[in-house]
């Protein structure tokens, strides 16, 4: 074999891509992510915005399954969709929520998905603890329902939006910490949630101590996956609204920190910023983060 150019951070072994539409079945979002040169990707299992989606076909699962072989993306995170509330008051809601994440579960495990990225969820006026504690116990039903399931439990950081829990690293700690089967679990920093919340990525002193917090509260190893977005409001503002690359808040120096930092080179970054239905925005950001890594 060639022996290849020192360079750590090389950009062929770089796992960086985007949300993909599943408009057309799963299989089709794999085509879209390699067509515009994603070597990671999110995807949703069914339609984001129903309690039950169609289930899928044994032939949706093989031509996922072809598709993605003959592909350089992996690995692939499905997002669950946003109705489910795992500390949702109405027990009627709570109980579809279970289900519907179950259902989840199922779908990810028959298409062999590693990662399964969903909000922690929003008291609704309960409060952060009872929150917490339901988000955990509805986990271990559902992981009591999925046994010896290999897709990873995938808590997503929020930006604190309403009675949303999970802006606080503590909040992931504690969930974690009151789920039984804790080697199940594992964590998502959306760049956007987590500067939103409070944490300041736009500055060397911010970034870094931002996950010298992560590190002491929950711990790098729990980390999986970042949703790669900047911020259309301010440092703490607690509202989600994501924007391009360097057009936000964080601005490009802090995604610069990012893609340079080496304790992430392996790890997905994945973008959910807004675009149409060719996905010029996909590729422009991808280029804009892709051209700040600095060549050794
Ligand atoms: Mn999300
Ligand atoms: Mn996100
Ligand atoms: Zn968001």
New binding site residues.
């Given amino acids: 074999m060639k022996k290849r150019a020192m360079s750590p951070l090389n950009n062929s072994t770089l796992l960086l891509g985007a949300h993909m539409s599943i408009a057309g079945g799963v299989a089709t979002a794999v085509e879209r992510g390699q067509r515009i040169g994603c070597t990671t990707m999110q995807m949703f299992v069914k339609n984001n915005n129903q309690w039950k989606g169609k289930p899928l076909t044994d032939e949706d699962v093989s031509t996922y399954k072809k598709l993605l072989r003959e592909s350089r993306i992996h690995p692939v995170v499905v997002h669950d969709t946003y109705l489910i509330n795992l500390c949702a008051v109405d027990k009627e809601i709570l109980k579809k929520s279970r289900e519907a994440l179950k259902d989840e579960f199922d779908r990810c495990e028959a298409l062999g998905v590693q990662y399964l990225n969903f909000h922690p969820g929003a008291h609704m006026g309960a409060g952060e603890a009872e929150g917490i504690k339901r988000i955990a116990e509805s986990l271990n039903v559902i992981h009591q329902r999925t046994p010896g399931y290999g897709v990873r439990s995938v808590i997503?950081a929020t930006a604190g939006q309403g009675t949303a829990i999970g802006y606080r690293f503590e909040h992931l700690r504690k969930i974690i910490d009151l789920v039984e089967e804790r080697e199940r679990m594992a964590v998502?920093l959306?760049t956007?949630?987590v500067f939103a919340a409070g944490y300041d990525l736009s500055t060397e002193r911010g970034y870094e101590e931002t996950f010298r917090e992560f590190d002491t509260i929950v711990g790098l190893d729990r980390l999986v996956a970042f949703?790669v977005?900047d911020s259309k409001r301010e440092l703490g503002s607690r509202v989600d609204r994501h924007e391009h690359i360097g057009k936000g808040k964080i601005g490009i120096q802090g995604f610069s920190f990012l893609m340079n930092d080496p304790r992430f080179s392996n790890i997905p970054k994945i973008l959910?910023t807004p675009k149409g239905p060719e996905m010029k925005e996909d590729v422009e950001n991808m280029r804009v983060l892709r051209g700040l890594i600095r060549k050794k």
């Fill in positions: 997503e998502c959306d956007c949630h949703h977005n959910e």
